[in-house]
């Protein structure tokens, strides 16, 4: 699955992090993980959002979300 953030966010949190030179492979993987990280997250959070039978996703769903995946 390709990542759907823009690579040039993905290479700043890099930077951010410490790196003085980045790979294009490297934004690439990070930025498909983050992707894939973030749909796990938005799914749960759906879930319980629904669960708590509501409609609207809050951001407390997905605090909650963040800490059980």
Known sequence: ?????????????IRDAGAQRVSADAIEK?????TDYGLSIAKYAV?????????TVKATDVKLAAQNI
Do not use: C, D, P, T
């Open 30 to 34: 990070l930025n498909e993980i983050l």
């Open 47 to 55: 879930e319980l959002a629904r669960h708590s039978g509501r409609k």
């Open 1 to 13: 699955m390709a990542g759907n953030f823009a690579n040039a966010r993905v290479e700043k949190i």
